[in-house]
Every structure is written in C-alpha cells, then in structure tokens.
C-alpha cells in the first residue's frame, strides 16, 4: 500500500527565505502526488497537482514541485518566502489500488519577519 | 452554496453518547470522502463513497463508526458510544472524480468534535 512521509512537522524560515518542504513516497509506481494547504482557520485547499508530462509542477501563490522518480520525492518549494504563506502543508499521493488519498502527517510552516 | 459544507462547526458530547456529522458535497460531485484529523497529526482516511458504488469502508476504526450516502448527496458520519480518543475535527471532501481519474478535492471547513 502507498505511504507517503513528510520530514519535518514544523519548518521555521525567515520572511523573504527560501521554502523547502519535504515530500517522499513508497510506491515504485509513479503516483499521482498532491499538495494541500490549510491557512489557520480554512478548509484544506488544493495547492498544486502532479498527475502525467513535466515534473517540475507550478502552484499557486508562487509555490512548485518536482516530481523526482529516482528519488521518490516530491518537495515543495516557494524561492521567498511571505508571512502569508504560514499554514500547515499536507503531501498527499493517490493509492490507484483502492482509490484512495493518502496523506502525509503535515508540516507546519512559520514565517517570522 | 458552491463549497463543501460540513455541520455542526463544533460538536461536544458526553463520552458514551452518540454523534451524528453531517456533510453537504459540492452539487454534482460524484466522489465523497470523510478524514479523521486528530490534533498534531495527519489525515485519516475514514470512507470513501463513490456514485452508486459500494462504499469504501476500510478505514472506519472500529464498529462504533458509520457513514451514510443517499445517491450523491448528503452524507452523514455517526459516531457510537463516542470515546475521548475519538475527539478530533472530521472532515468531509468531495471531487468530480471517478476511478482512475484524479481531479482535485474539495474540502468543507471540518466539525470539531469534542468528547468529555
């Protein structure tokens, strides 16, 4: 069964910081791979998607993703960091099996001025 | 409205009583999921309804929980005998999908169930 690991469940970054969080897989079948994000107090909301075609996937809010194979990885990055970008990030990957979506624990992100 | 829309906001029962959740997915979405968000951790899959198909119950923790689907509309998650370590916010998610066909989900805003 898919699994997905999320290092990190908290990740501080001063505001104008390079963003990197991180995104690994298990499954030798390429997936579909997900980003969630959930501003305080809001539902989770799609953040960007990797289904088929280019690996490097580009999101809202300047955040994108690259979908590494070799590495079963799929890191999220943003080049600089904004105070509006404090939120909680979830990974997920689709389970082709059941089809289900599998969920990371989460990392929480803080920007500080 | 055009969202996923989850009731009560916050639920706060006595240990052993019963709860029922509710969710209103977006009009035409034929995929419905309820997760389980504990605090500090992850999502749970709890169930998945799809169309008219057999639902997925695999992820249900015990006996004690249940959801319904009417078609593809509401759908209502009840808790049994609630316990504290079912206190959490539950979440209900809905999506165009189909098998195989991966569209994104929508999520409603969460209940927040409290246990006593």
């Known amino acids: 069964a898919q699994s997905v690991t999320q290092l990190g469940s908290h990740v501080s970054v001063s505001e104008g910081a390079l963003v990197l969080l991180r995104c690994n897989y298990s499954?030798?079948?390429?997936?579909?791979l997900f980003w969630y994000v959930q501003y305080p107090n809001q539902g989770l909301q799609l953040l960007l998607k990797?289904?088929?075609?280019?690996?490097l996937v580009k999101g809202i809010n300047g955040f994108e993703a690259e979908f590494k194979k070799s590495e079963t990885s799929f890191h999220l990055t943003k080049p600089s960091a904004h105070m509006s970008d404090a939120a909680e990030y979830f990974c997920a990957v689709s389970d082709d099996n059941t089809d289900k979506l599998i969920f990371g624990t989460g990392t929480r992100l803080q920007v500080f001025p | 409205g055009a969202g996923v829309s989850q009731s009560p906001s916050n639920k706060v029962t006595e240990k052993g009583k019963d709860v029922e959740l509710r969710c209103d997915p977006i009009?035409?979405?034929?995929?419905l999921y309820w997760y389980r968000q504990r605090l500090g951790q992850g999502l749970e899959f709890l169930i998945y309804f799809q169309g008219n198909s057999a639902p997925d119950k695999s992820g249900l923790p015990s006996d004690r929980f249940s959801a319904e689907r009417t078609g593809e509309s509401v759908s209502t998650l009840t808790i049994q005998r609630t316990q504290q370590e079912d206190s959490a916010v539950y979440l209900c998610?809905?999506?165009?999908?189909?098998?195989?066909?991966?569209?994104?989900?929508?999520f409603g805003s969460g209940t927040q169930l409290s246990v006593l």
């Open positions: 009009s035409g979405h034929t995929a």
């Open positions: 990797y289904t088929t075609g280019a690996t």
């Open positions: 499954s030798s079948v390429p997936p579909y």
């Open positions: 998610a809905s999506s165009l999908a189909r098998q195989g066909a991966w569209e994104k989900l929508f």
